[in-house]
Structure formats: C-alpha cells, structure tokens
C-alpha cells in the first residue's frame, strides 16, 4: 500500500516537473522589458475595421479622411499603442482591416480609435474584443522600420 501510494506521488510530481520545462533562451530582461508574463505573452485588444454608414462621402473627403487615417496609424505605431495593422483584401463580409493595440482594455482602445479620423467620419466602424498573444509582436514594428523601403 505505502509502495502504491509513493509511486502515485512519484509519477504526479515527475509529471509536474516535466511539464514545467525551463526554457534555457529565456532573456528576462527583454521579458520584463516587454511586460511579458511566465509564457512570454500579454494582454492586447484586437480591433476589426469594417465598412462604416458613410456612404455618401465624395472622393476628396475619403481620401483626405484616409490620409489622417495613415497619419493615425503611424503615430499610435510611434507611441507603442499600435503593435500591428493592415488592410484586408477584397472580400465579401465588408472587412477592411485589423489593429492590435498594445493596451490593456478596451476601454483604453476605443479611446485609440476615437482619434482616428475615418472612424470618426462613420467611413469605418469598429468591434474590439481583448486578446492574448506573444509580447515579442510588439517588437514587429521595430523590425517593420528596416524592411520598409517605402513609408506610407
């Protein structure tokens, strides 16, 4: 009975030890530097950018509401609020583009948004929803800056 018992105890604290690997890259500077957590991730909000009710926008008002739109997007980028962002390619569900926001809540986001000019002219609306992923995505717009050869 007692060898029953030690080998249960055994085998559930060797499978816990297993299961907990260190990871012998782990660099806890950059971690801490980035908010990481023990799995080197964190909290953002995902932000989907759909067709909005302004249709009746001309040409001219669109495109000088998209270039503060840019703008927008380059100076949250600059901020660090902004980790990614991008268009969606044609499709049929009126999606016209994703932000991660390097926030916490969304509370923090729609705030973001509220500075974005097609957003404010119902050009774009937005859903946001919190997400979990890497830290390491907020390095992305670093790395962006060396690969670019042409700014927006």
Request: aromatic share 10%.
């Amino acid at each position: 009975m007692k060898n029953s018992i030690l080998s249960i105890a055994f085998l559930c604290l060797s499978t816990i030890g297993f299961a907990q690997e260190a990871n012998p890259t782990y660099d806890e500077k950059l971690a801490k530097s980035l908010n990481a957590d023990e799995y080197g991730m964190k909290k953002y909000v995902f932000c989907l950018l759909k067709s909005g009710s302004n249709t009746t926008a001309t040409k001219e008002e669109s495109k000088k509401l998209f270039e503060g739109h840019m703008a927008n997007i380059n100076k949250l980028a600059k901020e660090g609020k902004l980790t990614v962002a991008g268009p969606f390619m044609k499709n049929d569900r009126n999606y016209r583009g994703i932000y991660i926001f390097n926030v916490e809540t969304v509370e923090e986001a729609k705030a973001l948004v509220a500075t974005d000019p097609a957003i404010q002219a119902n050009l774009l609306e937005t859903e946001l929803t919190p997400w979990y992923g890497t830290a390491a995505l907020q390095e992305t717009v670093k790395i962006h800056e060396k690969i670019a050869k042409t700014k927006f």
